[in-house]
T-cell receptor, first 111, second 112 residues
């Protein structure tokens, strides 16, 4: 079982709709959870991180964490074509600063 | 957020030669930097952890004699790919915790 799992997609969402990206992790000791966006040929850019159970909102983005079920999700409201990218979920384990990445979900927003 | 500068952004080299990639922290003193590798259509895989003033820590399966890491100062870490081969062609990215786990811009290495 992979440590961090994401549906590789592609996920296709119409413009203006909500895009929902999911990620599950295997290590219950995981403490910090990150969502990155990566455009083709570019380095990942941090969208947001979450530590506590529940929701965290930042503009059009909402991260949701459920440690009991070991999943973290990212919602993108009012999706724009510029949101088309690969979204990477990453997890850090207690006592370690390094991140373990999921395989990424390719998201396409259709105008 | 923290700014991490990585150079070069792309490099093409001949098989058997060595390539050095630099990662600089522009506004933060980093005692630790992470080096990742990303093959096409795959996710990031951690290669090694660079520690200022001490030896790097390599992940399982990564050849430490092939991928030389030097963290000479609190603002500079370098990765040297020695005797590069076509299978080393990849996207190499450095990362600097804990300031938002910012990534450098990445280096596209092509070995021909």
């Amino acid at each position: 079982q992979k440590e961090v799992e994401q549906n590789s997609g592609p996920l296709s969402v119409p413009e203006g709709a909500i895009a929902s990206l999911n990620c599950t992790y295997s290590d219950r000791g995981s403490q910090s959870f990150f969502w990155y966006r990566q455009y083709s040929g570019k380095s990942p850019e941090l969208i947001m991180f979450i530590y506590s159970n529940g929701d965290k909102e930042d503009g059009r983005f909402t991260a949701q964490l459920n440690k009991a079920s070991q999943y973290v999700s990212l919602l993108i409201r009012d999706s724009q074509p510029s949101d088309s990218a690969t979204y990477l979920c990453a997890v850090s384990i207690q006592g370690a600063q390094k991140l373990v990445f999921g395989q990424g979900t390719r998201l396409t927003i259709n105008p | 957020g923290a700014v991490v500068s990585q150079h070069p952004s792309w490099v093409i080299c001949k098989s058997g030669t060595s390539v050095k990639i630099e990662c600089r922290s522009l506004d933060f003193q980093a005692t630790t930097m992470f080096w990742y590798r990303q093959f096409p259509k795959q996710s990031l895989m951690l290669m090694a952890t660079s520690n200022e003033g001490s030896k790097a820590t390599y992940e399982q399966g990564v050849e430490k004699d092939k991928f030389l890491i030097n963290h000479a100062s609190l603002t500079l870490s370098t990765l040297t790919v020695t005797s590069a081969h076509p299978e080393d062609s990849s996207f190499y990215i450095c990362s600097m915790p804990p300031r938002g786990y910012t990534f450098g811009s990445g280096t596209r290495l092509t070995v021909v």
